[in-house]
Antibody
Framework: QVQVVQSGADVKKPGSSVKVSCKAY????????VSWVRQAPGQGLEWMGG????????NYARKFQGRVTITADKSTTTVYVEVRNLRSADTAVYYC??????WGQGTLVTVSS | DIQMTQSPSSLSASVGDRVTITCRAS??????LNWYQQRPGKAPNLLIY???SLHSGVPSRFRGSGSGTEFTLIISSLQPDDIASYYC?????????FGQGTKVEIK
């Protein structure tokens, strides 16, 4: 059984960056695929990218390449997603998904001037 | 990239009705497809993986089928607890994609 805990809600200005964390408790973290999924208000789920901590090379949805970075810290079993040059359309709940079944509680990121 | 077309976008049915949701892939994804349920204000939950395998603890009224490009999620007898949005997710390539979602309401 894996428990997933994400960092808390954040409010950012347009043009700034945000970094959201996802910590896993239990399981063999380093071998799991960890994905980031976001959901804008009233909209559907959108896969952003993922990483296998043991391998370390992330892959990204084409829409997010160049503006999003996913990293993993094996020592703390934590994965991060950083989104740069934020705009209002990035206002969303950001979810961490470990393997196919373990979801974090979600982190609301609000981009507002 | 593989596009997932999910239909309908919403539906309203009575308790006890059979409900069918479809996902079509723009190319062959074999059985690399999962289905998720998302209740309002909550994180999604895995229902079905590998197109037709029922995730542990999921009621047997949920059934998934299909392979290749056409997939179906069936709720055999709709219950009030099933009010939620449902999403398919293809994981065939390293570029995962979700369907647009289906919102299920009770008549």
């Amino acid at each position: 059984q894996v428990q997933v805990v994400q960092s808390g809600a954040d409010v950012k200005k347009p043009g700034s960056s945000v970094k959201v964390s996802c910590k896993a408790y239990g399981g063999t973290f380093n071998t799991y695929k960890v994905s980031w999924v976001r959901q804008a208000p009233g909209q559907g789920l959108e896969w952003m990218g993922g990483i296998i901590p043991m391998i370390g090379s992330p892959n990204y949805a084409r829409k997010f390449q160049g503006r999003v970075t996913i990293t993993a810290d094996k020592s703390t079993t934590t994965v991060y997603v950083e989104v740069r040059n934020l705009r209002s359309a990035d206002t969303a709940v950001y979810y961490c998904l470990i393997t196919r079944q373990y979801w974090g509680q979600g982190t609301l990121v609000t981009v507002s001037s | 990239d593989i596009q997932m077309t999910q239909s309908p976008s919403s539906l309203s049915a009575s308790v006890g009705d059979r409900v069918t949701i479809t996902c079509r892939a723009s190319q062959n994804i074999d059985t690399y497809l999962n289905w998720y349920q998302q209740r309002p204000g909550k994180a999604p939950n895995l229902l079905i993986y590998a197109a037709s395998s029922l995730h542990s603890g999921v009621p047997s009224r949920f059934r998934g089928s299909g392979s290749g490009t056409e997939f179906t999620l069936i709720i055999s007898s709709l219950q009030p607890d099933d009010i939620a949005s449902y999403y398919c997710l293809q994981i065939h390539t390293d570029q995962w994609t979700f369907g647009q979602g289906t919102k299920v309401e009770i008549k």
